[in-house]
């Protein structure tokens, strides 16, 4: 599984187990609808090993701790189990550990999905799968987001008590599609005090508001936020245009840029890019308007049309990139943004505008999800990498998945 990505679950009971080089202290978190714990005792971990439909089961530092979760025996109103996981070892972070979790049927242990969080560094702990209820069925979503102040702010992020007053959670890695209930006040603890924080991630949309998607007409993003492509309840898949445009900063000189798509398989590997030197891929279902020499004007610089009925189904990602071919840097670009079309009407749903620039030739604008409900998800990315080209492209965005 990548980030955001979820699979309804084959069986009642299930078992999720995260391993790792070091050992990892795994838990998991009883929510209701506002994204809260009822009490402590739906905190369930070593102290706590068991609760309503939810228990615990420590590996012994030779195997995995799991977590096991009985869809059938969960208390009314709970809607979501969230699997955490952090490093046994006080303050250590999960720099150059790659945990993997694995999610089992709990009765024959067949494995149903496996998830390795990208781009681990200075986090603590991680929310690293949910198991989640959605239109009277259950589902699993690989998550990854990652806290800098250990597993004590992940609690006091879900309204769990701790025995000393814990600094906000500070969401180190923002998840790919969850909405974050904000922190609660502190009382009794199951774990030592938090590391030092790391700065605030960007704003993640609104407590309460749930999945963002189109109902209520265009979406606004910030990086890292993410809009589900359903639109009265149905997945949007017919043909949307990905515009993307910028301006030459400080009255500058013409600049180059060049807009591209790479398209990958549900195991991040590259299937094939669209670009100006290639304005057509997949037998039409991604096409390339063309070459912007210099970035005037107003409207859309380039323009990619995406027909999302008639994608293989093998294509379950796509980057969406801007280089800078002849080097200019995107601190000399002005108003970059990209949004997000209907191809029939021509009504805008989604846009980003990219706030902040870095001296780099690359930037990852944005990505679009495939679910395994069918249903896409677009987030906002504006990551800079060090490339003239989208060939340069293709491994940093296939990690970025």
Not at 272 to 289: N, T
Not at 300 to 307: A, K
């Amino acid at each position: 599984m990548t980030p955001g990505s979820n699979i309804p679950l084959p069986t009642a009971r299930v078992t999720v187990d995260v391993a790792a080089p070091v050992r990892l202290d795994v838990s998991g978190l009883l929510l209701t609808a506002d994204g809260k714990v009822r009490s402590d005792d739906d905190f369930i971990f070593y102290n706590q090993p068991s609760g309503p439909g939810v228990t615990y089961r420590s590996g012994g530092g030779t195997a995995p701790d799991a977590i096991t979760v009985d869809t059938t025996a969960l208390p009314p109103g709970i809607e979501k189990i969230v699997i955490t996981a952090s490093p046994d070892a006080a303050g250590q972070t999960f720099q150059g550990i790659e945990p993997t979790a694995t999610l089992r049927g709990a009765d024959d242990q067949s494995v149903l999905a496996t998830f390795t969080p990208p781009r681990l560094g200075d986090e603590t702990a991680l929310v690293v799968v949910e198991i989640y209820l959605r239109n009277g069925a259950w589902k699993a979503r690989a998550v990854g987001q990652g806290y800098a102040n250990g597993l004590a702010g992940i609690a006091t992020d879900f309204g769990v008590s701790v025995e000393e007053p814990a600094a906000p959670a500070q969401p180190v890695t923002p998840p790919p599609a969850a909405v974050q209930p904000p922190p609660a006040p502190p009382v009794t603890a199951p774990q030592a005090p938090p590391a030092p924080a790391a700065p605030p991630a960007p704003a993640a949309p609104a407590a309460g508001a749930g999945k963002i998607n189109l109902d209520k007409g265009r979406v606004s993003l910030q990086k890292n936020q993410t809009v589900s492509l359903m639109k009265g309840g149905r997945p949007l898949l017919s043909q949307v245009r990905m515009g993307l445009g910028w301006e030459p900063a400080y009255r500058g000189k013409d600049i180059d840029l060049d807009a591209s798509v790479i398209a990958y398989g549900p195991q991040r590997n590259h299937i094939d890019s669209c670009y100006f030197g290639k304005l057509q891929i997949l037998h039409g279902a991604i096409q390339h308007s063309g070459d912007n020499l210099t970035g005037e004007g107003a409207g859309d610089d380039e323009v990619i049309s995406v027909d999302l009925g008639r994608l293989p189904q093998e294509v379950s990602g796509l980057v969406f990139t801007v280089n800078s071919f002849s080097g200019q840097k995107f601190t000399e670009v002005a108003k970059a943004y990209c949004r997000l079309l209907d191809g029939t009407t021509g009504e805008e749903l989604v846009r980003f505008d990219l706030t902040s620039a870095e001296p780099q030739t690359g930037v990852m604008m944005a990505k679009l999800i495939r679910q395994f409900s069918g249903e896409w998800e677009m987030t906002a990315m504006g990551d800079f990498v060090k490339s003239r080209t989208v060939r340069g492209m293709v491994k940093p965005a296939a990690q970025a998945l």
